[in-house]
C-alpha cells in the first residue's frame, strides 16, 4: 500500500539546502520514493498558517521504505544537517479513507 511522507520545514540556517536538495532525491529514489511537490508556494485557505518554509509530500512504496529511506545511512548526514538548520517535522500517511466515502480508496 502506498504512503506519503509530508515534510514540513521551516528552515532557520539555510546552509544545508543546496546539498540537501541535490543529493536527498537519489536516496529517497533508492527506497521507492519518488516526490511529488517540494515547493515554499505554500497558501494557507483555512485557518492559521503553518510559517513553513517548504512542504515536501514524497510517495513509498510502503511505511517499511519510509523508515528505510529515514534510517539510511546515507541519509544520516544530510537528516542531522536538515535538523540542525531547521524546525522539521516528518508525517506519514496512506492511501486508506477513515471515513468511508471516497470509493477509489481502501477503507480505513
Known sequence: MPVYLIADVTVTDDAWVPDYAARVHDIAA?????????SGNIETIEGKPLGNTLIALIEFPSREAVHAFADDPEYAPFSAARKAGSISN???????????????LPKG
Open 30 to 38: 533508492k527506497h521507492g520514493g519518488r516526490y511529488l511537490s517540494r
Open 90 to 104: 516528518f508525517h506519514i500517511i496512506d492511501d486508506t479513507d477513515l471515513a468511508g466515502g471516497i470509493p477509489y
